[in-house]
């Protein structure tokens, strides 16, 4: 990672209409380049064309808690996710590692009634983070691909669900109120998960600029082979964000459990996918070293409202899902453009 320095002013600094014009275009053109702000805007349009078509889709009590509810468990995924593509990996068995503990949570209230629901809540968290070792240890130290590891460690955990779990539903008479109370309450008529979920990106994103290890994340994900020169531990950074990522995934089981009341075997189906198309689409490179998590949350939130929006607007569902993958096939095609761009401009830069 490397940071751009402006060459010394000969002259002072600039003053004048024409300087502070030439300041608000150059604002507004970072604005304009901001992926994070484009994902944005076009999650606003996505907002008001189906308000327009049925205004209950976001004036209605039922409608904006919905906005705000629905993306939540996919936000933390994505945030989890985005620590992995970050580093040039990528996680694919966060679907079932939501399973995995999102069950654990609805037995531990069945087979240990006394725990509070703090340490239940633990417990999963706990439980997501082991999960991400396996994966982390395995990426990292044995040096296999992540799609590879972490496809199978897809179908072990999801097996490992089925040969648990079974037939067996967990339903909301076998967890205590105020635990689902935690999936329906709101304050301020914010949801509470909403919340839960919003606190978490804020904790990535402060972690990922200001701690050491977070900034590393991305020198990582930029030239592994120069991090490595540079002297950093690239084993134990890669490992860190796959942990991170399984406790994430952890959380995601556990405020699944309260949210829907009821946990089978089939919790997390292709979320995963979700997760990593999030990503892409809110700015965070597939081959790594650039993104942000604020893009990531926002990715969930545009998918997420596109799932529930285009049935409004009268799509039918094979264009649905095509316009899903159009937004992840064109993100990645923008960020190669924006890569060899940049590339170019370097050349350009030594050459002079």
């Known amino acids: 990672m490397s940071a751009t320095l402006a060459p010394p002013s000969t002259g002072g600094a600039p003053s004048g209409p024409g300087a502070s014009g030439g300041r608000v275009r150059a604002a507004l053109g970072h604005t304009l380049r901001s992926r994070e702000i484009a994902v944005a805007v076009v999650l606003l349009l996505v907002v008001a064309a189906a308000t327009v078509r049925n205004d209950s889709f976001l004036l209605s009590g039922d409608g904006w808690r919905d906005l705000l509810l629905t993306p939540s468990i996919l936000l933390l995924l994505a945030a989890g996710q985005m620590l992995v593509i970050v580093t040039r990996s990528?996680?694919?068995?966060?679907?079932?590692?939501?399973?995995?503990?999102?069950?654990?949570?609805?037995?531990?209230?069945?087979?240990?009634?006394?725990?509070?629901?703090?340490?239940?809540?633990?417990?999963?968290?706990?439980?997501?983070?082991?999960?991400?070792?396996?994966?982390?240890?395995?990426?990292?130290?044995?040096?296999?691909?992540?799609?590879?590891?972490?496809?199978?460690?897809?179908?072990?955990?999801?097996?490992?669900?089925?040969?648990?779990?079974?037939?067996?539903r967990i339903t909301a008479d076998q967890m205590p109120k105020d635990f689902l109370s935690l999936g329906t309450s709101s304050v301020l008529g914010i949801p509470v998960l909403t919340i839960v979920a919003l606190l978490v990106v804020a904790a990535v994103g402060y972690y990922l600029h200001t701690a050491r290890s977070g900034r590393e994340l991305y020198a990582i994900g930029s030239d592994p082979d120069a991090a490595r020169?540079?002297?950093?531990?690239?084993?134990?950074?890669?490992?860190?964000?796959?942990?991170l990522c399984g406790a994430l995934a952890g959380l995601a089981g556990v405020l699944h459990a309260a949210r829907y009341g009821s946990v089978s075997s089939s919790v997390g189906n292709g979320i995963e996918l979700q997760a990593v198309g999030a990503a892409v689409i809110g700015g965070v490179a597939i081959f790594g070293g650039s993104g942000t998590v604020w893009g990531a949350a926002i990715g969930a939130v545009l998918l997420v409202t596109i799932n529930r929006a285009l049935p409004i607007l009268g799509i039918p569902e094979f264009w649905q899902r095509a316009v899903v993958g159009a937004l992840i096939l064109g993100a990645v095609v923008l960020d190669r453009l924006l890569a060899a761009r940049r590339a170019r401009r370097l050349d350009e830069e030594r050459e002079d």
């Open 229 to 243: 020169l540079y002297g950093l531990k690239v084993p134990t950074r890669v490992l860190t964000a796959f942990v």
């Open 90 to 168: 990528v996680d694919l068995s966060v679907g079932s590692t939501m399973a995995l503990t999102a069950y654990l949570t609805g037995r531990l209230f069945i087979d240990q009634p006394s725990l509070p629901i703090p340490v239940v809540v633990l417990a999963g968290v706990a439980m997501g983070a082991l999960l991400g070792v396996v994966n982390g240890v395995l990426v990292a130290y044995a040096g296999v691909p992540a799609l590879v590891i972490t496809l199978g460690t897809m179908y072990v955990y999801r097996g490992a669900m089925l040969s648990w779990a079974g037939s067996d």
